[in-house]
């Protein structure tokens, strides 16, 4: 299993809140921080039952999993649908959000350097979000 840790920051219970996890299908390869992961289906868990800790998305055959850690947007809101979100620079795919239904924040993923020195030099970074869904437990 891949492990890979952005760079630290406050972890908000994104999924302790709920207590479900959320599964998502995501249709492209993409990058949390610097590991790649291929596209494919993924849970997405929060590892701790507390405000603090990280969170971890794992492919559902279990071959792929990576730890990352998040902070809550400026923005407080309600959040409509689940879904995560991606950044695309220079051809890849980078997970930036985590939008968890019922929650009011939206969860975000440190940047990657890479996005911090295009937006520096004006280049423009694209947008894509994949639905995802929460898991009942029962």
């Known amino acids: 299993a891949v492990a ?8 908000p219970a994104v999924l302790a809140q709920s207590e479900s996890p959320i599964d998502v299908n995501i249709p492209f390869s993409f990058r949390v921080d610097r590991t790649t992961l291929p596209a494919g ?3 997405v868990t929060s590892t701790e039952s507390d405000e603090f800790g990280p ?8 071959r792929e999993s990576v730890d990352f850690l998040t902070e809550p947007s400026d923005v407080t809101m309600p959040v409509s649908k689940s879904e995560l979100v991606f950044h695309e620079l220079d051809g890849k795919d980078y997970l930036a959000e985590i939008r968890v239904e019922g929650l009011m924040e939206v ?15 004006g280049r423009t970074i694209g947008h894509r979000s994949v639905e995802a869904r929460r898991v009942e437990k029962g």
């Open 4 to 11: 890979a840790f952005a760079l630290a920051g406050i972890v």
């Open 41 to 43: 289906e993924y849970v």
């Open 55 to 62: 969170m971890t998305l794992t492919s559902k055959d279990g």
């Open 107 to 121: 969860h975000e993923l440190t940047e990657p350097a890479a996005e911090v020195q295009a937006e520096n030099a």
